[in-house]
């Protein structure tokens, strides 16, 4: 057997040519080979170690979990024509790793290739071949018979020996091994046909033996460096500490979780609902404009929606969104939500920004970020903000939308309805709010950290902050907000948030500084309480 350095199996199969000491069969799989790697169509990809180890996840599933798996794959989409799929074994495999009862001739396995070829055929009538070769020591070798897959009844896969190209009578040994074999091979079609989990890179020039190798397949980022549950490990420098953030690189995971047979179901059609709902809701945040509210905002529509009702239906009647979808988040407040911090997702029904919205809300923990282990269990709130009809309540959550386990009395839907009126209020009044690109070191960091990972950057995120009149440095006689600083008996003090009706329209008055310093300044804070507590100043 002739053999070129470092060249890759397909080429050396190829340049060995038709052996005459060779099986029947051997020759016969040779020269499908050589006809489809002729054909136009006819695409070479390695394989690297790392999908090996994901397909053999998926083989090692029980029969029912792994056939829903592979009814999923869509091989008329992953093979247009005829396509060679090479690997190495790991360290050169052994009788006994090959699932080989007697040693073989040609000494250890060190390399496998399968040709997979598309025949003709269209719907549930659409099948396709497989052939397997090896690389031993000292010999190449191809499988006595050929493998057929077909999508049956258009629903599931089977795997059959194919009727036609197999001459041969089978031994029981080999008639045994055509399940697993086939299973073998779907469950590496499986991993390869799965977006986010693989990518293909460019082949790059061998420069000992000066041959280009093959386009290879690999585990895309993060699905390099996984535990040993399968689920990756992205370090805290990759993360922002934003929940948009983390709901983003959840939702990615989760969709790889599915499509690794990592996360399972009961049926296929259970599986792909699970699949599309992940990919629905990772594509409603990317479609959304985020913003974080800065703490003032926040704190100030807590205040208002725990103390204010003047002018509330008013306000309601000028509500409007800042945009048609829009991401809000914030933490630390009381707004009748359980949780310490909070994201909202809000789209206006029919793209109209003054009429009623729909949305959902994921509340998490204060100060922690979200566990890997806790994404396939991630929920949100759903919700309906009415603004068209003041005689309903302008917030609802449907109970049949609630989370299992999530009592309806931890949610205080008056109290959440007041608080996300203020919200808005503050966005769409003007000179009210500021608003700029959230650029903070740490997310700078988690940046680098995950364009050297080939992870995908965090996206923009705007902050919102509430426009505070400032008080004056001692000693100034001018505030910032304008205008002298008034005299008389006043200290100085800071004036929380409220609406006012002004000239026979209600206004919002942001918070602001009154009094003199020359009669001191108070240190009085406005706390938001549960009730039945006092309220300290």
Known sequence: MARRHNAPLLVELLANGIDPLAPGSYNRSLMLLSDA?????????????????????????????????FDAIDLAALIDGALWLEFDMPNGCDASEAGETVSQPGGRLLREGWLITKEVGSGSNVSFTACR??????????ERFIIRIVRQLGV???????????????SPEEKAAVPELGAGILSLLAVLGAPRLTEIVDAKLDRRGGLTRLREYRMASPWTDLDRNGVPMLPRA???????????????????????????????????????????????????????????????????AAEERTGMEEARRQLALPFPRAWLEWQGVECGLPGQRWGMFIEALDENVRGDARGIIFPARLLERLEWEDITRLKGFCFLLRISNPDEPIVSFPEAYLPAGVDPAS???????????AVLTFLTQPRM?????????ERVRSNRVRAERRL????????????????PSSGSGARTGGGPVQSGTMPRHQVRAFWRYRMGKLEFVRPHWRGSEANGISRRRYLVMQGGDQRAA
Request: proline letters at 4%; glycine letters at 6%.
């Open 37 to 69: 790697a002729h054909s136009a169509s006819f695409k070479s990809l390695s394989v690297a170690p790392s999908v090996l180890t994901a397909a053999n996840c998926i083989l090692q599933l029980g029969e029912q979990p792994r056939q829903i798996v």
């Open 133 to 142: 070769f090896g690389e031993r020591e000292t010999a190449f070798e191809a």
């Open 156 to 170: 599931r896969y089977g795997v059959v020996v194919d009727p036609v190209l197999d001459s041969t009578k089978l």
């Open 238 to 304: 990759v993360r922002s500490g934003l929940l948009y953030d983390e709901l983003m690189d959840s939702f990615d995971l989760n969709e790889g979780l599915i499509w690794s047979g990592r996360s399972l179901f009961n049926s296929a059609e259970d599986r792909l609902r699970a699949l599309e709902v992940t990919a629905g809701r990772r594509d409603m945040l990317k479609a959304a404009e985020p913003f974080v509210l800065g703490a003032s905002v926040a704190e100030s529509a807590a205040i208002v």
């Open 411 to 421: 949610i205080d839907q008056d109290l959440f309805g007041r608080f996300i009126l």
């Open 433 to 441: 709010t500021e608003t700029r690109v959230r650029e903070h070191p």
């Open 456 to 471: 995908a950057p965090l996206g923009t995120v705007r902050e919102i902050r509430l426009l505070i009149d400032e008080p």
